[in-house]
C-alpha cells in the first residue's frame, strides 16, 4: 500500500485511530491493554505482517525453518505480528530478530506473548509490542508454520496489509477497508485538537472550545 506513514506518523496516536474508527462504527479493534510498547519511542505505525504458529514439545532436526522464512519476507513499513492465544510458553521476539528487521525497514514486531533480549532491543530502540519478557526460546516450544496469514489476538481479526497504530495508550488495528477514512479522520480531528488547545489556552472556556470545534 502506497502511504506515506513517515509522514503521517507525527499526526497519529492510538487514540486518535481508535476515535476515528469508533466514528467509523469500528468499536472494537483496540487489542488489550496489558500489551504494552516493551521497547522503542512514539508511535509504532506499519502494516501487518501476521504468522501463524504452533505449539510443539521438542526441537526439530533443523531450527528455525518457518521462522526464517517469516523474517525473510517481512519488508519495509511492516509489523511482525504473533498471535498466541495467550499460551506464554516462550518468548515470540528477541534482539537478533530486532537486528534482521530493523535493517529491513520493518516497523516493529507485535505479540500477545512475552518477548526477551530487552535490553539490547531497548538499546537500539526498536518498536517490540508484546506481554512481559521471558528468557526461554521459541526453538522446541512453537514452529512458525504458515506467514503473511490472518491471526487473531484479543478477539480482533487482523490481516495481511491492516494498519496498525500503537503507542503507549495501546494497540488500534485498523482494517485494509477503513485505512484511508481513518487517515481522513485523523487529519481532521488534529487540526481540532490543536484549535482547541489554542483556544483554551487564550481563555476560552472547555465547552465554548468544545461547541466551536467539536472535539475533547
Known amino acids: 500500500m502506497s502511504l506515506d506513514l513517515q509522514m503521517l506518523r507525527p499526526i497519529f496516536s492510538a487514540s486518535l485511530a481508535s476515535d476515528a474508527l469508533d466514528g467509523l462504527g469500528h468499536r472494537n479493534q483496540v487489542l488489550a491493554a496489558s500489551i504494552e510498547m516493551l521497547s522503542g519511542e512514539g508511535t509504532l505505525m506499519g502494516f501487518a505482517f501476521p504468522v501463524e504458529i ?21 519488508g519495509k513499513d511492516q509489523v511482525y505480528v504473533t498471535p498466541t492465544q ?4 516462550a518468548s515470540l521476539w528477541g534482539e537478533l530478530l530486532s537486528t534482521a528487521c530493523s535493517f529491513k525497514g520493518v516497523a516493529g514486531a507485535l505479540t500477545d506473548g512475552p518477548v526477551r533480549d530487552l535490553t539490547r532491543t531497548r538499546a537500539m530502540g526498536f518498536k517490540v509490542f508484546g506481554v512481559g519478557s521471558s528468557p526461554l526460546d521459541i526453538n522446541s516450544r512453537y514452529e512458525v508454520i504458515a506467514h ?4 487473531v489476538i484479543d478477539g480482533v481479526t487482523i490481516h495481511p496489509g491492516d494498519l496498525i497504530v500503537a503507542d503507549v ?15 481522513s479522520h485523523v487529519k481532521e480531528k488534529d487540526s481540532g485538537e490543536s484549535e482547541f488547545r489554542k483556544a483554551v489556552k487564550s481563555g476560552m472556556s472547555p465547552s465554548a472550545a468544545f461547541a466551536k470545534f467539536g472535539v475533547l
Request: hydrophobic content about 55%.
Open 148 to 151: 503473511n496469514v490472518a491471526g
Open 169 to 183: 495508550d495501546g494497540v488500534v488495528i485498523v482494517p485494509i477497508s477503513a485505512i484511508d477514512s481513518v487517515i
Open 86 to 89: 495467550r499460551l506464554g510458553h
Open 54 to 74: 504452533e505449539v510443539v514439545t521438542r526441537a526439530p532436526e533443523i531450527a528455525y525453518v518457518g521462522l526464517l522464512s517469516a523474517l525473510d519476507a517481512v
